[in-house]
C-alpha cells in the first residue's frame, strides 16, 4: 500500500509540473525572451564592468553576499501535493503520508538548490573567496535550506497525527501562488481567485451609470491580483528611473514595466464573464471592451504621468522623458483597444 501511496503522489507531481510546462510557453513567448534575454545580457556586461573596477576587499560586497544568501533561503516552497479528498480517503494511511511528506522534502529541493548554485556563482566575485570556500557556502545554505524545508514538513505532525486541514491549506495557497503568475498571462484552470475590501479606497469607485466601469474598476480596487500587480510593476518602473544612472536603458526598463502592466490588465476584460447576472444586462460585447479599455487607459496614462515627472528630475536629456508621453498614448489608448478586439 505504501507503494501505491507514493505511485499516487507521483502521478500528482507529474500532472502538476505537465500542467507548468504548459503555461510557461505563454509566459516565455518569442518578445518576453527576446526582451529577457537583452537586459541579461545588459546587466551581465554592467556587472563585468563594476567587478573590473571593485576594489581589493570590498566590504559591501560581503554585506551584500550575507544578505542576498539569506534572501534566497525564502525561495523554494514544500510541494506536498496534497488535495482536500486525502482527509477523508487517506485517513487510515498517515504513516504512508507522513513518509511522503519527508520524501517531499528531497522533491521540493530541486528548484533552491539550482538557485543557490547560480546565486552564489554570481555573487562569489563579489568576495574573491577560494574554491573550497565557495563550495563550502553552497553547501551550507543547501544544507539550512534542506532544515528548513524538513522542519516545516514535521510543523504539520502532532502526536503522530497529521493536521489534515492545515496541510490541506498550505498546499492550495502554495498551487495558487504559482497559478496566479500564470494567470496574468493566460486563462487559468483551478485558480481560486479572492477578493479584498480595502475600504480606503472605495472613494475610488465610481457612481457610474455604465455597469461595467463600476464593476471592472471595482475589480481592479479589490482584487490582489490586479492592484498588487499594479503596485510591484509601477514601484519597479519608478525604481530603475531612480536607480539605474543610463538614462536610455532606465527608459526602457521602466516601459518594458509598463507594457507588461497592460499585458497582464488586459484579461480584466473577462473578469466579469463567470457572473451570470451580468449577461442580463441589455449591453452590448462592444461597451463591456470599451469599458476595460477605459480602465486601463486611465492607470496608464496616470503611471506614465507620474514617471514624466521623475524622469524630468533625473534624467540629462530632456528629450528621452518626451518618450512617456509618447509611450502612455500608444500603450494606454491604442494597444489596449488593437488586443481587446482580438478577444
Do not use: C
Not at 494606454?332 to 483597444?337: A, D, E, H, L, S
Request: aromatic share 12%; no cysteine; glycine share 4%.
Amino acid at each position: 500500500m505504501a507503494k501505491d501511496i507514493e505511485s499516487l503522489f507521483a502521478m500528482r507531481r507529474a500532472k502538476w509540473r505537465t500542467q507548468n510546462l504548459k503555461y510557461l510557453r505563454y509566459v516565455l513567448n518569442d518578445h518576453f525572451v527576446l526582451v529577457l534575454m537583452f537586459l541579461i545580457g545588459f546587466l551581465a556586461y554592467q556587472y563585468a564592468a563594476f567587478l573590473q573596477k571593485m576594489p581589493e576587499h570590498w566590504l559591501p560586497g560581503y554585506l551584500i553576499s550575507i544578505f542576498v544568501s539569506l534572501l534566497i533561503l525564502f525561495i523554494g516552497q514544500l510541494a506536498t501535493f496534497v488535495e482536500t479528498a486525502d482527509q477523508q480517503f487517506l485517513l487510515a494511511k498517515e504513516q504512508a503520508v507522513q513518509r511522503h511528506l519527508k520524501a517531499a522534502v528531497k522533491n521540493s529541493m530541486v528548484l533552491p538548490i539550482l538557485i543557490i548554485f547560480v546565486t552564489v556563482t554570481i555573487l562569489s566575485p563579489l568576495v574573491a573567496l577560494p574554491l573550497p570556500v565557495v563550495l563550502v557556502w553552497m553547501a551550507g545554505l543547501i544544507g539550512i535550506k534542506y532544515g528548513l524545508l524538513l522542519r516545516q514538513s514535521q510543523s504539520f505532525i502532532a502526536h503522530q497525527l497529521i493536521h489534515w486541514q492545515s496541510l490541506i491549506n498550505y498546499e492550495r495557497n502554495r498551487q495558487n501562488k504559482v497559478l496566479k503568475i500564470f494567470s496574468q498571462f493566460t486563462d487559468v484552470k483551478g485558480l481560486k481567485q479572492t477578493a479584498k475590501r480595502r475600504k480606503y479606497l472605495d472613494r475610488l469607485i465610481p457612481k457610474s451609470k455604465q455597469a461595467y466601469d463600476y464593476l471592472f474598476i471595482r475589480t481592479f480596487l479589490r482584487s490582489g491580483d490586479y492592484f498588487m500587480l499594479m503596485l510591484r510593476l509601477t514601484g519597479l518602473g519608478i525604481l530603475s528611473l531612480v536607480a539605474i544612472d543610463n538614462d536610455l536603458f532606465s527608459l526602457l526598463l521602466a516601459l518594458l514595466f509598463n507594457y507588461l502592466l497592460v499585458f497582464q490588465l488586459l484579461p480584466i476584460s473577462q473578469s466579469q464573464d463567470y457572473q451570470m447576472l451580468a449577461r442580463l444586462y441589455p449591453i452590448k460585447a462592444d461597451a463591456k471592451l470599451a469599458a476595460a479599455a477605459s480602465v486601463i487607459r486611465r492607470l496608464i496614462l496616470l503611471i506614465s504621468g507620474l514617471q514624466l515627472v521623475i524622469s524630468l528630475v533625473t534624467f540629462h536629456d530632456i528629450r528621452l522623458a518626451g518618450m512617456f508621453i509618447l509611450s502612455g498614448l500608444f500603450l494606454g489608448v491604442i494597444y489596449p483597444k488593437l488586443k481587446l478586439k482580438t478577444r
